[in-house]
C-alpha cells in the first residue's frame, strides 16, 4: 500500500506539467467556492445588522394586568442577559384635547409618560422646540401646528367617562413625530397589522403621569378590544405600563436562524418572573424572521450566480483529464507490463487523486484568500471575517475533494476500467452519437427553460412581493429558468460547432484563409478535423466567459435598480424635511438652490388627510418646472412613458391632477375624468371642496414616503387651501454627501431638519435583498473569469502542443519557419476566441436577462432591461484576452524551443 | 541558397560531434565525424540501434546543432547560416522522408504532399499540379482526398516519398524509409526511391539496420558508438 502510494507521489512529482494541468482547475474551482460561501456568509451578516438597523425599540414587555407594580418590571429587566437600556412607559387615551381660551380642539389621543433619558436612548423622537421640563408637557408637532399651540400655552385634556374633571398642563416643548412609528408599534399577537399611528399625542413626565393622571385613570374599567386582522380579543387597560428595551446587537448570532433563538430565549427568560402578568413584544425577531427569509433568497442567489464558475473550473481539470488519456495508456501499458494488477492501478489513481485533491484544496485556499485581499483590500482581515471564513473554508475543501472525484478519479477509473477490460480493442469504429443529441435534450432544456418562465410569469412569480417589512418570496423556479437555459444552450453551442465544424469545414477554411493566408487553411483543416478537441475548447471558454458576463450584466442591472430604487425613494438625490412646525414656505427651495454644487431644488406641499370620497388620502402639491428639473422621474414610472408628457399636461392645466394607478384602479378614474376631492386647511381646520381634471397615470411618483396618491399643482393647491406652506425639499446634485452638511450647516442652527440622501438612505420598509452589496462579489467574478478563460485556452494549447509535437517537428523539417508557426498558432487560438467570445456574450447576455426578472421581484421599479457596465465588460473581456494572449505567447514560447531531431525520433 | 553546382560534394562532414548532457555525466553521440556524399551518390549509413546514425541524419538535414564540427551543403556551411538561411535550405535543396512517415494527421494526401510547396510560397494552381504529378508517379492517384489514417503504411509512406521529392531536392534524406513496412511492400518502396532520385539526379542518404536494403546504395557507411568504422 505504501509502496503504490509512493508510487502515485512520484508520479505527481515527475510530470509537473500534467499536474499542473490537473490542479489549475481544481485550484480556481476551490478558490472561488470558498470566496462565494464566505461571500454568502458576509452578507448574511450584514443583511442581519441591516435587516436590525432600523428597529428603534427591540422590545417592548407589557404588563397585561392592572396589579403589576409600575417600578418592578423595569427593575427586573434591567438586569437581563443582553439589555442595554430599559426605558418605562406609561400609556393613556384621552377623549380630547384643546388648547385653553381657543375653541378648536383635537380627536381622541393618547398620552405617554416617558422619563427624560427615553428621548436620548430612542432617537425618534426629536424635541424640535422648547424642552423638556419635569413640571410641563409636550405634544407633538403636527398637533400643534394644526391646534396653534406653542411652548408656554397651556393644555386642556378631557378623558373618557368616568373622569369629569379636565387636565391642564403647560406646554415646554414640542416633539416632531415625523419617524414616530416605533413608539405606537403594537402587532397583533395572532398574526395581524396591529394598531396604527395615534395622530394627537402628549408627553408627560412619568412623576407628573404618576401624581395627576395614574390615581384617576386607574379607577377606570379595564376593558376588551378586537384588534387587528384576525379580530383576536385584546384587554386594554386605563393606564398600561410598558418597559422600551434596547438590546446590545453585537451580541445577537450572525445567522438569523441562531439569533431568531436567541431573542426567543430572552423573551421567555424576560416573561418569565411575571407569569400571566407580562407580554413581551419582539420587535427584532419581527424583523429577523423576515430577513431569515431573504438570507436564503440571497444564498440561493450567490449560490446560482457562482456555481457555474465552480463548475467550469472544475471542469478545467477534467478537460485537462481527457486531453491526457494518451499518456495515461502508455502508464497503464508500463504498469501491466511490471505485474500490476487492476486492484494496484485503481490505488495508484485513487492516491493520485488524493494528492492532486489536497495539492488543489491548499493552492485554492491561498488563491482564494489572494484574490479576497485583492478585491476587498486588506480590511476584510477582521476577527469577525477570519471566523466567518472558517466554516466556508471547511466547505470548500470538502467541494475541492468532492470535485477531483468527479473530475478526475471517476474519469480516470472509466478509462482503465475500459482498457484492462479490453473494451478499447472491441469498440466498433462506428461513432454514435452522444445520448444528448439523441434525445435533443439542447432544444427540450431550452423549450422546458422558456415553459418554466411562462408558468413562473402567468402564476405571478415575477409581481414584486414585498410589501412593507415582509420578506421577498423568491420562488426556486426563479432560479430554474436560467439554469434549464444555460445548459440547453451549452448543449446547443456543442451541437452547432459540431456541425460547424464538420459540415462547415469550406467556410470556415474560406474566413481563415482571408484572415491568415494559406496557414490559415491549414489551421482550419486541422481544427475541422479535430473538431471534439476544439469543440471543447470553445464550449469551456465560451461557458466561462458566459458566466463572466452574465455576471457583469447581473450586477450592473443590480446597481442600476438599487440606485432607481434610493433615489425613488429619496426624491431626488437628497430630501429636507423640515418640522411641521417650521412653516417653511417655497421661498426655502430657492436659498436651497443657492449652496454649491446644487443642480435643481423644489418645494412640495402634502396633505396627508385629504378625502376622496370618504377616504383620507395623501396629495402632494407640486412646481412642475422645477420638479421635473430635480425629482427622479424615470419614463417607466408613468403609463404613457413619458414623465415630461405627464407632468407637461399637469401644468398646463391648472387644476389638473395626476394620480397613481392604484387610485384609478380603486375609483374608477380615466385620463379626462374629473375628481373631487376635498383638501384639508389646517389655519381654519375645515375642508375645501375642489373640483381637479386627471390629466395622467403614474405607477410611481418621487415624492416623500411612496405615498403619493394624487399630485396636484402647487399653485392650486396654495389658492384651494388658503397656505402657501411647503413640506418638504427635493434636491438635485452631483455631490450629496457634501450637499447634505452643507444644508446643515447653512440651516441646522435654526431649523431641526431631517436629511436624507441617496447615499444614506436605507429601504427600511422593504427587503434586505436590494441592499447587498455585490461589488465584491463582480471584482472576484471578473478575476476568476479573466483566469478559467485564460486557463482553458492555455489547456488547450498546451495540451495541444504535447499531443501535435510529432507534427510541429514534420512541419519545421519541411521548412516551415517560426512565423508560419505562429500564424498556424495565432489563427486556431484567435478562432477559438472569437467564436467563444461571440458565444459567450450571447449566452451571458441571454442569461442575465433571466435572472435579470428576479429583480422584477425584488425592486420596487421593475427594470427596464439589461444595463451593459462598459468599463466592467472591457475590464472582463480585455482580461480574458489578455490571459488569451498569454496562453498563445507562452504556447509559442514552447513551439520555439521544439528540439525537432528528438521530436522526430519519437514514436 | 542552392548547392552551388561546383561544390566538390553534395554533403561533407568535418570532425562533427554530437554530445548530449545527461545530468552527471555526458552521452557521446558523435565524435569526430568525417563524411563526404558525392552529388546524386546514393550512400547507406548502418550501424546498430543508438549508434548515432540518426543523429548524423539530423546533423545532414540542419535539424540539430552539432557540439563540434562541421556540416557542408553543396560547399556551404550549414551551420554558420542564420536560421531564416537554414529554413529556405530545407525547403529547396533537402528533402526528408521519415521512418513513421509523419504525414500531417489533418490534412488529405494531396495538401500533405503540397505542404513543403506552400511553406516555400507556391501559387495554388502550381503546389497541385506538381503534387498532383508525383501521387500519380508513386501510384497513388485517386487517393488525393483520403485522409492519412485511411491509408496502409506502404501507401504512406509512397506519400513521404512524393511529398519530400515534391520541391525537387538535391539531397535526399531517408530515416530508416522500411523499418515499418513488410518485405513486399519494402522491396517497392525502396525501387521507388532508388529510381525517382535516380532519374532526378539526387544524392540520396538512407539511415538502415538492414544490410539488405543497404546492399542497394552505392556506398556503405558503418558508424557505431559515435564513430565510423569505415573510410568515408
Request: proline fraction near 4%; hydrophobic fraction near 45%.
Amino acid at each position: 500500500m505504501i509502496a503504490l502510494f509512493c508510487y502515485a507521489a512520484r508520479g505527481v512529482i515527475r510530470q509537473p506539467l500534467q499536474t499542473l494541468l490537473y490542479v489549475l482547475g481544481l485550484t480556481l474551482a476551490v478558490g472561488l467556492f470558498a470566496d462565494t460561501l464566505f461571500f454568502v456568509d458576509l452578507s448574511q451578516r450584514d443583511m442581519t445588522k441591516n435587516a436590525l438597523a432600523p428597529v428603534q425599540v427591540d422590545m417592548v414587555a407589557r404588563a397585561t394586568t392592572p396589579d403589576l407594580a409600575p417600578n418592578a418590571l423595569e427593575q427586573t429587566l434591567k438586569g437581563q442577559t443582553l439589555v442595554k437600556s430599559a426605558e418605562p412607559v406609561a400609556v393613556a387615551d384621552f377623549a380630547s384635547l384643546s388648547k385653553v381660551g381657543a375653541g378648536v380642539s383635537s380627536a381622541a389621543g393618547r398620552v405617554f409618560a416617558l422619563p427624560q433619558s427615553y428621548y436620548q436612548t430612542f432617537n425618534f423622537l426629536p424635541i424640535v422646540a422648547g424642552k423638556f421640563d419635569p413640571s410641563g408637557a409636550m405634544i407633538g408637532d403636527a398637533t400643534a401646528t394644526q391646534l396653534g399651540i406653542k411652548v408656554g400655552d397651556t393644555l386642556e385634556l378631557k378623558f373618557a367617562a368616568g373622569i369629569t374633571q379636565p387636565y391642564r398642563v403647560r406646554v415646554s416643548g414640542l416633539v416632531g413625530m415625523g419617524v414616530s412609528e416605533p413608539l405606537f408599534f403594537n402587532p397583533d399577537p395572532a398574526g395581524g397589522e396591529g394598531y396604527g399611528v395615534v395622530a394627537d399625542v402628549v408627553f408627560l413626565p412619568p412623576a407628573t403621569f404618576e401624581r395627576d393622571l395614574a390615581p384617576r385613570l386607574s379607577k377606570l374599567p379595564v376593558t376588551t378590544s378586537s384588534v387587528g386582522q384576525t379580530g383576536s380579543n385584546v384587554v386594554l387597560l386605563p393606564v398600561e405600563r410598558q418597559v422600551h428595551l434596547k438590546l446590545d446587537q453585537s451580541g445577537l448570532n450572525a445567522d438569523p436562524a441562531k439569533s431568531l433563538k436567541q431573542l426567543d430565549a430572552l423573551r421567555r427568560s424576560l416573561e418569565q418572573p411575571f407569569p400571566g402578568q407580562v407580554r413581551v413584544q419582539n420587535n427584532l425577531a419581527l424583523r429577523l424572521g423576515n430577513a431569515k427569509k431573504d438570507i436564503l433568497a440571497a444564498k440561493m442567489l450567490f449560490l446560482f450566480l457562482a456555481i457555474p464558475g465552480v463548475l467550469l473550473a472544475a471542469y478545467l481539470s477534467k478537460y485537462a483529464v481527457e486531453l491526457s488519456s494518451d499518456s495515461r495508456r502508455v502508464e497503464l501499458s508500463l504498469l501491466r507490463v511490471r505485474g500490476a494488477g487492476m486492484k494496484d492501478v485503481l490505488l495508484i489513481t485513487a492516491f493520485t487523486a488524493l494528492l492532486i485533491a489536497v495539492l488543489g484544496s491548499v493552492l485554492g485556499l491561498i488563491f482564494g484568500a489572494a484574490t479576497l485581499l485583492l478585491t476587498l483590500g486588506a480590511g476584510i482581515l477582521t476577527t469577525a471575517n477570519l471566523e466567518l471564513i472558517a466554516p466556508s473554508v471547511g466547505w470548500a475543501v470538502l467541494g475541492g475533494f468532492a470535485l477531483t472525484a468527479l473530475a478526475f478519479l471517476l474519469p480516470v477509473w472509466a478509462q482503465l476500467r475500459a482498457e484492462i477490460a479490453g473494451a478499447r480493442r472491441t469498440v466498433t469504429r462506428v461513432q454514435t452519437l452522444p445520448l444528448w443529441r439523441r434525445m435533443n435534450a439542447d432544444g427540450l432544456m431550452l423549450i422546458a427553460a422558456g415553459v418554466v418562465l411562462y408558468v413562473t410569469d402567468a402564476n405571478g412569480g415575477f409581481k414584486p412581493t414585498g410589501t412593507e417589512g415582509t420578506a421577498v418570496t423568491l420562488s426556486f423556479y426563479l432560479f430554474l429558468a436560467p439554469f434549464l437555459f444555460w445548459i440547453g444552450a451549452t448543449l446547443l453551442l456543442i451541437r452547432l460547432l459540431d456541425l460547424l465544424l464538420t459540415r462547415g469545414a469550406k467556410p470556415v477554411a474560406r474566413v481563415l484563409k482571408t484572415l491568415f493566408g494559406e496557414f490559415g487553411v491549414v489551421a482550419a483543416r486541422g481544427m475541422t478535423r479535430r473538431s471534439n478537441g476544439v469543440g471543447s475548447a470553445v464550449t469551456l471558454t465560451a461557458l466561462s466567459l458566459s458566466f463572466g458576463v452574465a455576471l457583469s450584466l447581473f450586477l450592473g442591472t443590480y446597481a442600476t435598480q438599487r440606485a432607481g430604487d434610493i433615489a425613488y425613494i429619496v426624491g431626488s438625490d437628497v430630501r429636507v424635511t423640515p418640522p411641521a412646525s417650521a412653516n417653511l414656505t417655497p421661498a426655502f427651495a430657492d436659498q436651497l438652490l443657492t449652496l454649491p454644487n446644487v443642480k435643481g431644488a423644489t418645494s412640495m406641499a402634502r396633505d396627508p388627510v385629504a378625502l376622496i370620497g370618504s377616504e383620507k388620502k395623501s396629495v402632494y402639491g407640486i412646481d412642475v418646472p422645477s420638479f421635473l428639473k430635480t425629482a427622479y422621474l424615470p419614463n417607466a414610472m408613468f403609463e404613457n412613458g413619458s414623465a415630461a408628457a405627464t407632468l407637461g399636461a399637469l401644468a398646463k392645466t391648472p387644476n389638473g391632477v395626476i394620480l397613481a394607478r392604484d387610485q384609478a384602479d380603486k375609483y374608477d378614474i380615466n385620463v379626462g375624468d374629473t375628481v373631487l376631492m376635498r383638501l384639508y386647511n389646517p389655519k381654519t381646520a375645515q375642508y375645501v371642496q375642489v373640483k381637479t381634471l386627471a390629466v395622467g397615470i403614474y405607477t410611481y411618483l418621487s415624492t416623500s414616503s411612496q405615498d403619493a396618491d394624487f399630485a396636484l399643482n402647487r399653485d392650486f393647491m396654495t389658492r384651494a387651501t388658503g397656505t402657501s406652506g411647503a413640506n418638504l425639499f427635493l434636491v438635485k446634485t452631483s455631490d450629496p454627501a457634501g450637499v447634505t452638511v452643507s444644508i446643515q450647516t447653512q440651516f441646522g442652527a435654526n431649523l431641526t431638519l431631517k436629511l436624507e440622501n441617496v447615499l444614506t438612505a436605507t429601504k427600511v420598509d422593504s427587503s434586505s435583498l436590494t441592499s447587498l452589496n455585490l461589488n465584491g462579489l463582480g471584482g472576484l467574478e471578473r478575476i476568476y473569469t479573466a483566469l478559467i478563460v485564460a486557463s482553458s485556452l492555455g489547456v488547450f494549447l498546451i495540451s495541444m502542443l504535447q499531443s501535435r509535437r510529432k507534427e510541429f517537428g514534420t512541419m519545421r523539417a519541411l521548412g516551415t519557419d517560426d512565423r508560419q508557426l505562429r500564424q498556424l498558432l495565432a489563427a486556431e487560438a484567435l478562432s477559438i476566441s472569437s467564436v467563444s467570445l461571440a458565444a459567450g456574450v450571447g449566452i451571458g447576455a441571454g442569461i442575465a436577462a433571466l435572472f435579470v426578472m428576479l429583480l422584477r421581484v425584488i425592486f420596487l421599479i421593475p427594470p427596464a432591461g439589461l444595463t451593459w457596465p462598459v468599463t466592467d465588460l472591457s475590464l472582463l473581456l480585455g482580461l480574458s484576452l489578455l490571459g488569451m494572449g498569454l496562453g498563445v505567447l507562452l504556447a509559442n514560447q514552447a513551439l520555439s524551443k521544439l528540439r525537432v531531431s528528438e521530436v522526430l525520433r519519437e514514436a | 541558397m542552392t548547392i552551388s553546382a561546383g561544390a566538390p560534394f553534395a554533403l561533407e562532414t568535418r570532425d562533427l560531434s554530437r554530445f548530449f548532457d545527461l545530468g552527471d555525466h555526458q552521452v557521446r553521440a558523435l565524435e569526430g565525424v568525417n563524411l563526404r556524399v558525392q552529388c546524386g551518390e546514393r550512400v547507406a549509413i548502418v550501424g546498430p540501434s543508438g549508434g548515432g546514425k540518426s543523429t548524423l541524419l539530423a546533423l545532414l538535414g540542419g535539424l540539430d546543432a552539432p557540439s563540434a564540427g562541421q556540416v557542408f551543403v553543396g560547399g556551404a556551411d550549414l551551420y554558420a547560416m542564420t536560421e531564416r538561411q537554414r529554413v529556405q535550405l530545407r525547403r529547396g535543396q533537402l528533402g526528408y522522408i521519415f521512418q513513421g512517415y509523419d504525414l500531417l494527421p489533418a490534412l488529405t494526401v494531396l495538401e500533405n504532399v503540397e505542404y513543403p510547396l506552400l511553406v516555400a510560397g507556391l501559387e495554388p494552381h502550381q503546389r497541385t499540379r506538381r503534387a498532383t504529378a508525383l501521387l500519380n508517379e508513386v501510384g497513388l492517384g485517386g487517393k488525393e482526398d483520403f485522409l492519412p489514417d485511411e491509408l496502409s503504411g506502404g501507401q504512406q509512406q509512397r506519400v513521404g516519398i512524393a511529398r519530400c521529392l515534391v520541391t525537387e531536392p538535391s539531397v535526399v534524406l531517408a530515416d530508416e524509409p522500411t523499418g515499418n513496412l513488410d518485405t513486399t511492400t519494402t522491396d517497392a518502396i525502396l525501387e521507388l526511391l532508388r529510381v525517382a532520385t535516380a532519374e532526378r539526379g539526387m544524392t540520396l542518404v538512407m539511415v538502415t539496420h538492414d544490410p539488405a536494403i543497404a546492399a542497394l546504395a552505392d556506398r556503405i557507411v558503418r558508424i557505431q558508438d559515435g564513430r565510423l568504422e569505415t573510410k568515408a
